[in-house]
């Protein structure tokens, strides 16, 4: 159905994500939120709920307690979902990298669609990288430009 | 057979009607909180998005119980197009509520049914003031009957100005709206993560937006009824309800369940009874 | 068949199988003798429906009337010697007030011999043959539940010696009893059906001879003897009143009357008053609560078609004969019930409470209806009369068979049953479903009562209350019921034959009513309406119910319609509820998951309900019900209750006695 793969790109749900992050990221994905960059434009909502989420935002390094709640979170999900790594951070570990608690980047759990690096990142980036990840999928259901 | 088509037409177009108004609601939301919004037509690219998702539930049995709620919801709306009576579409009107809140108990998830046992206050707090809304039209054209109101040369809000007030409560039950957007809530976050919604999911959930946008239409076409001729005042008692209860959202923090109730009741039902019991008075006078 | 033998059969088979049961102590032979009565009085009951009616039949030998006699003073002593025997104080002064007055009027002042020229003794009339169908089939189908029930039941308790033939005598014979009450038109006889509905109702509560058992048994011997002297007095008064003569003492000529004759006016309150007690209404619904330590075939058969029936039946009955203010009074009292009930069942976290309450609340809806006194609202009750039969009929059998199962009766135990027994579950849903889902019977019933209760706004304002409420109590129940985990796999439960037959037959019964509801109005209620009404006042308000057919047949000229219930356009969402869910199969569930636990549960399997707590262990998930027994519990709202429906009735009397004297 061609009107439904059409929609899938115009209306992108987040489930945000913190694992063990400093929060700086975190602000930055609110912010998203505010007036001054307005998501809610491109369709974005922000949800507290996976099974309503079409994309994951996640913040921040996996920790081994967390990595088990972001396997649970991404399994219930349904598809088709995307994940985009916000942050230094949840792309590698950041200043983390090599705790004793820490896995590394979120990519040591989920298979990740879009890095947004940054420390914290700006939340222009976040939105261009939740664009970039309709784009991904755009071109999965076949509607690309 | 006119009624068939007449019954057909609603059912195509009311939902719409209720997902531009919901793209309005959206739209005048955003304004007012200072953002530039979302497309008129984003509730459609939602809801066409929602059917493409994978069908994941937790309970097998759920997606009847969302079916009851819609086919509930679709049975009271060709009531009231076609004129029937008013009791019977409040009847329906509360078992598609029930059928909700059933799709809520059937999955054993905690969030799901702290959302349906607030449905089920809400539909306590509700459904009453309903009911005496038809009682009240009944008082005032002498039956129950819609096309009865139609035919009167006086609009009800004349007479029914307390129940018209009692009833923009209901309608901000009804479109979950702060301060009663209780059981469950179309913004984003709320506390009890989605309430009755958390285990919709997908299809599921585009049903459920599908059932509401005919809940919507509804209730602002039983809101219309206070003023039925001719057809343009209608339209617009409906629009001026709709704009007043987004302003109400923007302006109110949500309450507790039982603070709920509790002003349904205390309000609602006092109204409705002071408004009956001066018709009932007036007939026995005259 | 004859009218004698038809007769004999209904009021005396149950009494001679009943005797037949009780002597026989092999399990499958007594069985037998309860299936054959019970197909004996099923299609004995249907043969009414051939005969001309209204019809009168009165006994040739005076034999009957002096056999009535000696058991209605034995039955009374038998009362006295209850109250001594287990020191309740209540029972024997009540007992008293019988025996006392009814000794003195029939011996001292010597009426007996003009008693027993009361004519006729039985008047049937459609409104009879319905109570009579009502009686037959459900309360035999209960009988035929009752014959495995038992078994278990007392397998269950580990009984040493077998009292089951001693039960179903009890219960066999109360179906006979009902028979004739409502056939009676001689209000001695009507006297004489009441106590022995009173007496069986009294031996099946205490059957099971706990402490609790015997006191709740006593506590509805004292409260329907109260009802029995008020009896007695209304036909006291009637005959001293009438300075002897006996053309009054029996229903028929009470109806004729129409309301008009201010001397009537208190024996028919007293009368009602007997009724409402029958019927549990406020402030009498104690002894129906307490009726619930009974085993379940016990409160089925109380609830559905016998005793509290009989109480409505009374009222119904007696509804032209209401003066206006009566019947206003009446019509309050009602509605006052059925709104106090149903809150309070919201409270109730034992599944038989909530069912007895909302018997207590729809019963206070038919009394409502009677009190109303119009035809729509008349034909409100005697549907809500057959509706209720069948779906409390049916529910308290699914309670029952629910409690063989889990061995309980709290509904917090009963949480999930949708995964343990799907089977009865799905039987129960549609029970439920029954009481309050369009397009079943009690909610046309509801719906047509409303409609008529505009004329008494106060009574259309609780109604509304109460029926919202009654919304509420269903589905946070069956929303218990049907919380599941997605599990694979599951298996329907085995019911035995005694069980599964009697459930499917009234889950076809609800249907098959549900959907035949306008045959079932003309061919039944309009002629009852048409015998209760048609004898007293005549109102003008017609109505256009069901069908052209029924509404053209019914409405008068100059009528003012109510409105109609279009059942058609219900029956095609009906249907297509039903065939949609199949059509769209397609969005039958692709996977199961669990459910949403902040990302904290166990695994990613369906089966699970653990979640891992903040100390890093496992948990079981827990969920319970809301009560609200703060706000609605008995507790916080028994005085209320108690306070205004006795101030209703002490208003009742009071008008009754100002317009009397």
Not at chain 3, 142 to 160: G, K, P, Q, S, T
């Amino acid at each position: 159905m061609g009107i439904i793969r059409a929609s899938q790109i115009k209306s992108p749900w987040i489930l945000h994500f913190d694992n063990s992050s400093c929060n700086g990221c975190d602000i930055e994905v609110l912010a998203c939120l505010t007036p001054l960059y307005d998501v809610e434009r491109f369709g974005m909502v922000n949800m507290g709920n996976p099974k309503h989420a079409d994309v994951l935002v996640v913040t921040g390094p996996v920790n081994y307690r967390t990595a088990r709640v972001l396997k649970n979170l991404y399994s219930q999900v349904p598809d088709p979902k995307m994940v985009i790594a916000v942050g230094t951070c949840a792309c590698s570990g950041g200043v983390f990298h090599n705790c004793y608690n820490i896995l590394g980047g979120v990519d040591k759990v989920l298979p990740v669609d879009v890095y947004v690096p940054g420390c914290a990142a700006r939340p222009e980036a976040i939105i261009d990288g939740v664009v970039l990840a309709l784009q991904k999928l755009a071109k999965a259901v076949g509607v690309a430009k | 057979m006119n009624q068939v088509w007449i019954a057909i037409v609603a059912i195509i177009v009311a939902p719409l009607i209720g997902g531009l108004l919901a793209g309005i609601d959206r739209k005048i939301t955003a304004r007012l909180q200072g953002r530039y919004g979302p497309p008129l037509i984003q509730p459609f690219y939602d809801f066409f998005k929602l059917l493409g998702k994978t069908r994941i539930a937790t309970s097998r049995t759920q997606f009847i119980w969302l079916y009851g709620y819609l086919i509930f919801m679709i049975a009271a709306l060709v009531m009231l197009v076609l004129k029937q009576d008013l009791l019977l579409l409040v009847f329906l009107l509360g078992f598609a509520g029930i059928s909700f809140v059933l799709a809520g108990f059937s999955c054993k998830s905690p969030y799901s049914h702290f959302g349906a046992n607030r449905e089920l206050l809400q539909i306590l707090a509700y459904e009453p003031v309903l009911l005496l809304m038809a009682l009240g039209v009944f008082a005032t054209n002498g039956s129950f009957m819609i096309s009865e109101i139609f035919e009167s040369s006086t609009p009800l809000l004349a007479k029914l100005w307390p129940i018209f007030i009692a009833l923009l409560v209901v309608l901000t039950i009804k479109m979950r709206k702060s301060p009663f957007d209780i059981s469950t809530s179309h913004h984003g976050h709320q506390e009890l993560v989605k309430g009755i919604m958390t285990e919709i999911s997908g299809p599921y959930y585009a049903l459920v937006t599908l059932t509401e946008w005919y809940e919507l239409v509804l209730v602002l076409g039983l809101i219309a009824l206070f003023w039925a001729n001719p057809l343009w005042v209608e339209i617009l008692i409906a629009l001026a309800a709709f704009v007043l209860e987004l302003i109400i959202d923007n302006i109110n923090a949500r309450m507790t369940a039982g603070w709920m109730v509790r002003f349904t009741w205390a309000v609602g039902l006092v109204l409705c009874i002071l408004n009956i019991a001066y018709l009932y008075f007036m007939k026995g006078v005259s | 068949m004859t009218l004698e033998w038809m007769l004999a059969i209904a009021i005396l088979l149950p009494l001679i199988a009943g005797i037949l049961v009780f002597i026989i102590r092999q399990y499958q032979l007594r069985g037998l003798i309860v299936i054959l009565t019970a197909a004996v009085l099923i299609v004995n009951s249907i043969y009414f429906l051939k005969i001309g009616l209204p019809v009168e039949y009165t006994p040739e030998s005076h034999m009957w009337g002096t056999i009535i006699t000696i058991l209605d003073y034995a039955m009374l002593l038998f009362y006295i010697y209850v109250g001594l025997s287990l020191k309740n104080w209540l029972v024997f002064i009540f007992a008293l007030t019988q025996i006392v007055p009814l000794a003195w009027w029939e011996f001292g002042m010597g009426a007996s011999k003009a008693l027993e020229e009361i004519k006729p003794a039985f008047v049937i009339d459609q409104l009879s043959v319905v109570m009579v169908l009502v009686i037959s089939i459900i309360g035999s189908l209960i009988c035929v539940y009752a014959i495995r029930y038992m078994f278990d039941h007392e397998h269950h308790l580990n009984l040493e010696k077998s009292r089951q033939s001693r039960f179903l005598f009890w219960l066999v014979m109360f179906l006979g009893a009902m028979n004739g009450l409502v056939m009676a038109n001689n209000l001695m006889w009507l006297y004489f059906f009441w106590e022995v509905t009173t007496l069986c109702c009294f031996q099946l509560i205490a059957h099971d001879l706990t402490k609790e058992a015997i006191n709740n048994g006593a506590r509805a011997l004292w409260m329907n003897s109260i009802g029995g002297t008020a009896m007695v007095l209304a036909m006291i008064y009637l005959y001293q009143t009438y300075g002897g003569d006996v053309e009054y003492l029996t229903v028929s000529t009470i109806i004729q009357s129409g309301g008009a004759e201010v001397l009537l006016l208190l024996p028919v309150a007293l009368l009602c008053f007997t009724g409402m007690i029958k019927a549990a209404q406020m402030p009498f619904q104690t002894w129906l609560l307490g009726a619930m330590v009974a085993p379940t075939p016990v409160s089925a058969l109380l609830h559905s078609s016998t005793m509290v029936k009989a109480g409505v039946y009374l009222v119904l009955r007696l509804a032209p004969a209401f003066n206006p203010l009566l019947g206003i009074m009446v019509a309050i009292c009602g509605a006052f019930t059925f709104f106090a009930a149903s809150v309070l069942a919201i409270s109730q976290t034992t599944g038989k409470r909530v069912l007895a309450y909302s018997t207590i609340a729809n019963l206070g809806l038919i009394i409502a209806c009677a009190g109303i006194n119009t035809e729509l609202s008349i034909a409100a009750g005697i549907l809500l009369i057959i509706f209720h039969a069948i779906s409390k009929g049916l529910l308290f059998l699914c309670a029952g068979t629910i409690e063989h199962l889990i061995w309980s009766r709290e509904i917090e135990d009963m949480e999930g049953l949708a995964e343990k027994a799907p089977l009865t579950t799905f039987i129960t849903a549609i029970g439920m479903l029954s009481m309050f889902l369009p397009p079943f019977g009690m909610l046309l019933g509801k719906w047509m009562a409303l409609e008529a209760a505009y004329l008494i706004p106060l009574a259309a304002f609780l109604f509304i209350l109460a029926s919202a409420a009654t919304m509420v109590f269903w589905a946070k129940w069956l929303g218990r019921l049907l919380q599941v985990l997605p599990r694979l796999g599951r298996k329907l439960e085995s019911l035995s034959l005694s069980y599964s037959v009697p459930l499917w037959v009234l889950v076809l019964g609800i249907f098959v009513f549900g959907i035949g509801v306008a045959p079932v109005y003309e061919k039944f209620v309009q002629f009852a309406v048409n015998n209760v009404i048609a004898i007293g006042n005549v109102f003008t308000e017609g109505w256009n119910i069901v069908l052209p057919g029924g509404a053209a047949a019914f409405s008068r000229v100059g009528v003012e319609l109510l409105g109609s219930y279009p059942v058609w356009p219900l029956f095609i969402v009906f249907a297509v509820a039903i065939v949609m869910p199949l059509l769209v199969i397609g969005l039958k569930p692709q996977e199961l998951r669990p459910v949403y636990l902040c990302g904290e549960q166990v695994g990613d399997s369906t089966d699970t309900d653990e979640w891992i707590s903040a100390g890093d262990e496992k948990a079981k998930l827990q969920l319970g019900g809301y009560y609200f027994k703060d706000a609605l519990g008995e507790k916080a709202l028994d005085p209320w209750v108690y306070t205004v429906a006795i101030a209703l009735l002490v208003i009742m009397f009071g008008i009754v006695l100002g317009v009397g004297l």
